[in-house]
Every structure is written in structure tokens, then in C-alpha cells.
């Protein structure tokens, strides 16, 4: 593996910005300093007026396979992901079969190992009886247990209480939740089904699967969370309401219950399903102006401790079909740190706090070792942007397999010029060295 030598960066880290060199060796970063231009490296980057994040670790995404692969496959949707700053991702297991078996998960690695630029690891599927499975995990080399509290892709929904109680009472492991309450959803779909047939507007996703299904699932796991001291991570987080559930009051070491939002549900709103249709229909479904302005603030005043995308490609022709048979999800993984610079560019956060959800606290979160940070010893998963060359979103630079964006046609004012995954540069400019693979992410289980 090349060494790697960056100088003049304006490396974001730790809550600050400051001019400075990086070595990489090894996979490692070797040194951090001023003036190390002395040291030799195989490779220099020059990035003077250029800014140096910690890669991104994106804690919810969904690469479509096995099984699923005319939507996405891990090379594709890994490849994008390096080429917006994804340097880790944590992949779900409502694939083709569902990752609900140790031997199943373990073909998820077996084939990440193979094709994956990105470093990697998955969520195991919670079902309504495989406890026994999930009670065999090795937490160091696992991020999670995935339960489905409300149907979406796959139909994984775990719907017998005492299965549930059983995963929340045993499990010591991080749990992360999709919370939605299906009968309410039921409910409000036949409504909807009355007066509209099949061919329901779109504009009213948010109110099918609505503010009170999501604040009652959620509000439920919370209580069961709190019964059992389960460590809950409730995902992408969709409404206002659901915000008075998390604390901001204790650091995230502290927390064992913590909250996602993602970019979607930071971007859009009901008002966007007009020119966006199916292509914003996402479980949770994007609201109102106001959910979003206030998950936004959220995310800003820590209630809400991390950001991700939940990227989950379909098919333009699966989107196009209408409201009832058109599936929910986006592609998001290759955009997701352009879209919250421009949200620094528009004043709205700054470097740091991007830096804090996009990479630091996922970390923390999750107990990850020796990654999310730019520290000395650290794994080298390093990103570098140029936060003033604009370019816009189109059908020749999407990489995601899907081949469409939600932001097709967006001019991003930011662009990401370098992406190295523990210590390979495998993004460069628009070019790709795909002659190392990412590495398996592990995580720490005694604290």
C-alpha cells in the first residue's frame, strides 16, 4: 500500500479547523503536523485551500444484495458512496434471502471482501423467532440487530409482543429500530384506497404513513428501551413530534437511547412531492416544512445524534408505477456530504458539526474502533473537498446502479476531489483504484 503525504489541508476534526499535513502509512495515520514535507510518501496530495474530513460512516444503507441486484449491488453502491466521502457504511438486512441466519450474514462479508471499495459491516435481521440467532452474535464484529417495527422493503416486521420484549430484554448488543405503527398505516391506507382506488397522489404518503404512526411506534420502543436498559437507535426519524423522546442533557457515551435523521428528511417536504412524486417516497415518508426545520434543529442541539442516508435504490421504471405499487426509497450515499455543504454554505451548520454527525459520533455510537476521527493510529479513512467548485447533479455522473437522483439537476456548490479508505486512495478526481478492497469494520464490546 502507498504511503500517502497531504499538505496545506484545512483539516476538520475534533470541533476544529486548522492548517495542517497528514502522513498515511500502512493503512495508518502516521503523523499529523506542520512542515511534513520532509517525510517521504509515495504520493503527495497538494491540498492547499482544501479541507480534510474524517470519511463519512453512513449507519443506514441498503445495497440490494443479494437477491435485489437489478436495483443495486455492494460494488455499485459502495463505489458511489467513495465518491461522495463514504469511506464506512453499515448495511440492512432486508435483502434476498434476509440476512436472519449467522451463515447468511456471514455470505453479506464473505461478498463485501470481495467487491467492496468502502469499508463495511451489517445489520443482523430480527425476525419473530430467531432469538437464538441473535443471542449468538459476536458484538466486536457485528454493528447491530436490525428490527422492522413497521412494514417497509421486504416485510420484515417484528409483530408478536413477546418476541419483541424477548429482543429487547436479552440483546446487548446496539439495536436499531424503524419505527412505524402498521395498523395506523393500514388504517389510513384504506381511507386513502376509498376515495382514490390504487392511483393515490403521492403528496399524501405523509399522511398515510403519518405523524401518529411514527410517534407511536417510537414512543413504544422508547418505553420498552427504558424498561430493559436495551441500547436503542431509532432510525430516520421523520417527524417533529418524535423529538421530545431523545435527550440532549448527557453526553452520547452516556446515552442508550439515541436518534438518526436523514439528509431526506433534512431536504424535502410535503411541499417537494409535486415536482418529486414517487422519487421522495420513502418509509418514513418525508413531512411537513416544519418536521423538517425542526429535525434539522434537533440534529443541531444533539437530541439527534447522527445523520445518514437510508440510500435504498429502486428502478426508475419500480418508481414510475403508481402510489400503491411504487416502492419507498432513494438513492442518497453519493451526495450525502455536498448536500450538507450546502447547508454550510447557505450558514445553516458548520464544518465541525458536520464532521461531529457524519463521522465522529456515528463512531462513538456504535463503539467503532479506531475510526471516525483524524488521530494518530487511527485507520486513514479521510476525505478531502474543495468547497467552491459547483457542479451539477446529471445522468452521467450518478454512479448509484438505479442510475437516477432525487437531485438530478441540483448545482452542488462543493465537490469531493479525494477519498482514502483505510489508507488506500481509491478516489481521486473522478478515477477510482479499485486494487484494494475495503476492510471489515469492528467495534468495541467492554464499554
Same mark, same amino acid.
Given at each position: 500500500m502507498?504511503?500517502?503525504?497531504i499538505?496545506?489541508?484545512?483539516?476538520?476534526?475534533?470541533?476544529?479547523?486548522? $492548517?495542517?499535513?497528514?502522513?498515511?502509512?500502512n493503512g495508518?495515520?502516521?503523523?499529523?503536523?506542520?512542515n511534513?514535507?520532509?517525510?517521504?510518501?509515495e504520493?503527495?496530495?497538494?491540498?492547499?485551500?482544501?479541507?480534510?474530513?474524517?470519511g463519512?460512516?453512513?449507519?443506514?444503507?441498503?445495497?440490494?444484495?443479494p437477491g435485489?441486484?437489478?436495483?443495486?449491488?455492494?460494488?455499485?453502491?459502495?463505489?458511489?458512496?467513495?465518491?461522495?466521502?463514504?469511506?464506512?457504511?453499515?448495511?440492512?438486512? #432486508?435483502?434476498?434471502p434476509?440476512?436472519?441466519?449467522?451463515?447468511?450474514l456471514?455470505?453479506?462479508?464473505?461478498?463485501?471482501?470481495?467487491?467492496?471499495?468502502? #469499508?463495511?459491516?451489517?445489520?443482523?435481521?430480527?425476525?419473530?423467532?430467531?432469538?437464538?440467532?441473535?443471542?449468538?452474535?459476536?458484538? $466486536?464484529?457485528?454493528?447491530?440487530?436490525?428490527?422492522?417495527q413497521?412494514?417497509?422493503?421486504?416485510?420484515?416486521?417484528?409483530?408478536?409482543?413477546?418476541?419483541?420484549e424477548?429482543?429487547?430484554?436479552h440483546?446487548?448488543?446496539?439495536?436499531?429500530?424503524?419505527s412505524?405503527?402498521?395498523?395506523?398505516?393500514?388504517?389510513?391506507?384504506?381511507?386513502?384506497?376509498?376515495?382514490?382506488?390504487?392511483?393515490?397522489?403521492?403528496?399524501?404518503?405523509?399522511?398515510? $404513513?403519518?405523524?401518529?404512526?411514527c410517534?407511536?411506534a417510537?414512543?413504544?420502543?422508547?418505553?420498552?428501551a427504558?424498561?430493559?436498559?436495551t441500547?436503542?437507535?431509532?432510525l430516520?426519524?421523520?417527524?417533529?413530534?418524535?423529538?421530545?423522546?431523545?435527550d440532549n442533557?448527557?453526553?452520547?457515551?452516556?446515552?442508550?437511547?439515541?436518534a438518526?435523521a436523514?439528509?431526506?428528511?433534512?431536504?424535502?417536504?410535503?411541499?417537494?412531492?409535486?415536482?418529486?412524486?414517487?422519487?421522495?417516497?420513502?418509509?418514513p415518508?418525508?413531512?411537513?416544512?416544519?418536521?423538517?426545520?425542526?429535525?434539522?434543529q434537533?440534529?443541531?442541539?444533539?437530541?439527534?445524534?447522527v445523520?445518514?442516508?437510508?440510500?435504498?435504490?429502486?428502478?426508475?421504471?419500480?418508481?414510475?408505477?403508481v402510489?400503491t405499487?411504487?416502492?419507498?426509497?432513494?438513492?442518497l450515499?453519493?451526495?450525502?456530504?455536498?448536500?450538507m455543504?450546502?447547508?454550510?454554505?447557505?450558514?445553516?451548520?458548520?464544518?465541525?458539526?458536520?464532521?461531529?454527525?457524519m463521522?465522529?459520533?456515528?463512531?462513538?455510537?456504535?463503539r467503532?474502533?479506531?475510526?471516525?476521527?483524524?488521530?494518530?493510529?487511527?485507520?486513514?479513512?479521510?476525505?478531502l473537498?474543495?468547497?467552491?467548485?459547483?457542479?451539477?447533479?446529471?445522468?452521467?455522473?450518478?454512479?448509484?446502479?438505479?442510475g437516477?437522483?432525487?437531485?438530478?439537476?441540483?448545482?452542488?456548490?462543493?465537490?469531493?476531489?479525494?477519498?482514502?479508505?483505510?489508507?488506500?486512495?481509491?478516489?481521486?478526481n473522478?478515477?477510482?483504484?479499485?486494487?484494494?478492497?475495503?476492510?471489515?469494520?469492528?467495534?468495541?464490546?467492554?464499554?
Amino acid at each position: 500500500m502507498k504511503s500517502i503525504l497531504i499538505t496545506d489541508a484545512n483539516i476538520v476534526n475534533e470541533g476544529r479547523i486548522f $492548517r495542517g499535513d497528514v502522513l498515511v502509512q500502512n493503512g495508518r495515520i502516521a503523523k499529523i503536523g506542520e512542515n511534513l514535507a520532509k517525510e517521504s510518501a509515495e504520493k503527495h496530495i497538494n491540498a492547499e485551500g482544501k479541507y480534510l474530513f474524517p470519511g463519512l460512516i453512513d449507519d443506514q444503507v441498503h445495497f440490494r444484495e443479494p437477491g435485489l441486484t437489478h436495483k443495486g449491488e455492494i460494488y455499485t453502491e459502495a463505489k458511489a458512496g467513495v465518491a461522495g466521502g463514504v469511506t464506512s457504511y453499515m448495511e440492512m438486512p #432486508n435483502t434476498v434471502p434476509q440476512a436472519v441466519t449467522i451463515p447468511l450474514l456471514e455470505e453479506k462479508y464473505a461478498r463485501a471482501k470481495e467487491v467492496s471499495l468502502a #469499508n463495511y459491516s451489517f445489520f443482523f435481521g430480527g425476525t419473530n423467532d430467531n432469538l437464538e440467532q441473535i443471542l449468538k452474535l459476536d458484538l $466486536r464484529n457485528v454493528c447491530g440487530l436490525k428490527v422492522f417495527q413497521g412494514s417497509s422493503t421486504g416485510n420484515m416486521v417484528v409483530d408478536n409482543i413477546e418476541s419483541l420484549e424477548g429482543i429487547f430484554k436479552h440483546y446487548k448488543g446496539l439495536l436499531a429500530i424503524h419505527s412505524e405503527n402498521d395498523h395506523i398505516i393500514a388504517t389510513n391506507l384504506a381511507e386513502y384506497k376509498a376515495k382514490y382506488g390504487e392511483d393515490i397522489p403521492v403528496k399524501f404518503h405523509h399522511k398515510i $404513513r403519518s405523524e401518529e404512526a411514527c410517534y407511536d411506534a417510537s414512543s413504544r420502543a422508547v418505553a420498552m428501551a427504558k424498561k430493559y436498559g436495551t441500547r436503542l437507535h431509532i432510525l430516520h426519524i421523520s417527524t417533529a413530534k418524535e423529538l421530545s423522546l431523545f435527550d440532549n442533557g448527557i453526553p452520547l457515551e452516556e446515552k442508550k437511547i439515541t436518534a438518526e435523521a436523514c439528509i431526506h428528511h433534512l431536504w424535502f417536504c410535503e411541499e417537494d412531492y409535486d415536482t418529486k412524486g414517487n422519487l421522495i417516497k420513502w418509509n418514513p415518508a418525508v413531512k411537513t416544512a416544519q418536521d423538517r426545520d425542526q429535525i434539522f434543529q434537533a440534529m443541531l442541539d444533539d437530541r439527534i445524534d447522527v445523520i445518514a442516508t437510508d440510500h435504498a435504490p429502486h428502478t426508475l421504471e419500480e418508481k414510475s408505477q403508481v402510489y400503491t405499487k411504487a416502492p419507498s426509497g432513494g438513492p442518497l450515499i453519493q451526495h450525502s456530504l455536498v448536500a450538507m455543504l450546502d447547508f454550510y454554505h447557505q450558514g445553516k451548520i458548520s464544518l465541525e458539526r458536520i464532521a461531529d454527525k457524519m463521522s465522529h459520533n456515528v463512531a462513538k455510537l456504535f463503539r467503532m474502533e479506531e475510526r471516525g476521527y483524524i488521530r494518530e493510529g487511527y485507520f486513514a479513512d479521510l476525505v478531502l473537498v474543495d468547497l467552491n467548485d459547483p457542479w451539477t447533479v446529471n445522468k452521467e455522473n450518478i454512479l448509484a446502479k438505479c442510475g437516477w437522483s432525487p437531485f438530478e439537476g441540483h448545482q452542488f456548490q462543493s465537490k469531493v476531489t479525494h477519498t482514502i479508505v483505510s489508507g488506500h486512495l481509491a478516489y481521486e478526481n473522478g478515477q477510482f483504484d479499485e486494487s484494494k478492497k475495503g476492510e471489515r469494520l469492528t467495534f468495541l464490546t467492554n464499554i
